[in-house]
């Protein structure tokens, strides 16, 4: 299993359209075959501040997610909204 956690730094007073943005991505990837879970939301304390937590079955799953057309037009969208790097950290749980 593959867990990621990806942290996006949106532009002050965007984060209503980036959560419309976000909202059809996540819902067809929960239906993705390889994923076993998927959740965002705004960081707690922060406005401008959105986490995705993701777990796939592989890094295969993970590959096949990020060819999607939804999530490459998802990723292009948000990068407008970006007010900083995205930061991303994977693991991969030993238990």
């Known amino acids: 299993m593959i867990c990621t956690l990806v942290r996006f730094h949106i532009k002050h007073g965007c ?5 419309e943005l976000a909202r059809t991505s996540v819902e067809q990837t929960r239906l993705e075959k390889g994923n076993i879970s998927y959740d965002m939301g705004p960081e707690l304390g922060k406005t401008d501040t959105f986490i995705f937590f993701e777990r796939w079955k592989n890094q295969e799953s993970v590959d096949i997610h990020e060819s999607q057309t939804y999530f490459q037009s998802f990723d292009r969208a948000a990068g407008e909204l970006m007010d900083g790097p995205v930061e991303v950290f994977k693991m991969e749980p030993p238990f």
């Not at 984060?15 to 959560?19: A, S």
């Open 15 to 19: 984060g209503d359209r980036f959560l």
